[in-house]
């Protein structure tokens, strides 16, 4: 939390618009009245589409924030046999709930730019008809596909030049049968390495290996 006093220079940012400066002109007791002027571009995004199978609600907090202040854009919360339904009625799943633990990774990142979130109950109707679409891109940028799957054999890529889309199972990791329509559509499997990783540590740890 901000101790601002009258006179401070703070940095400022408007969403899903720029950043600059803010000098405190005056501090009431519900808002606090600001000069800002708005320069400076946000950070560039990094090309990549996250799809994460609905993790607890505490576990999931700490995702959205991550993946925020990584300079994710775009993601889409899945269901998938290992996901317990009582995750589905989360109050955490409403809008602003969403929203505001989104806006606390573009603070952390000096970001502004708001990720898109997509809820998708069924497994693989989200599959067949949106996701293989997602995966076939665009003639002059066709994404890769990667699965995260502990049972693996080829490990993730790093550095990659090209924009991706990263799918991350639940605890446990999805089944055979996710794993195999998630492969017929075009995607490839890759471990993590020997050691097995809570979701909120994969996701940065894979991130950073991608970019």
């Avoid at 109950?121 to 066709?142: A, H, M, Q, T």
């Avoid at 924009?163 to 446990?172: Q, V």
């Avoid at 020997?194 to 950073?208: Q, Y």
């Amino acid at each position: 939390m901000h101790r601002a006093q009258i006179g401070d220079n703070l940095t400022v940012g408007l969403l899903n618009s720029k950043i600059g400066d803010g000098k405190v002109l005056a501090i009431k007791k519900d808002h606090i009245e600001m000069e800002v002027c708005l320069t400076q571009e946000p950070p560039e995004p990094i090309p990549l589409t996250l799809i994460v199978a609905l993790p607890r609600p505490k576990m999931l907090k700490r995702i959205l924030q991550s993946a925020a202040s990584l300079g994710i854009k775009k993601i889409y919360l899945i269901n998938s046999w290992r996901v317990e339904k009582a995750f589905w009625s989360s109050p955490l799943l409403e809008p602003e709930r969403l929203k505001n633990e989104l806006i606390l990774g573009l603070e952390q990142a000096k970001d502004t730019i708001m990720p898109q979130i997509h809820l998708k109950r069924l497994f693989k109707p989200f599959v067949i008809e949106e996701l293989s679409i997602l995966v076939k891109g665009s003639s002059d940028n066709k994404p890769i596909a990667l699965a995260a799957h502990p049972k693996a054999a080829i490990p993730c890529p790093q550095n990659i030049n090209q924009s991706a889309i990263l799918a991350m199972g639940p605890e446990g990791g999805f089944i055979d049968i996710e794993i195999e329509t998630l492969e017929r559509i075009g995607f490839s499997t890759v471990n993590l390495g020997r050691r097995i990783l809570r979701l909120e540590t994969a996701v940065p740890f894979i991130v950073s290996k991608l970019f």
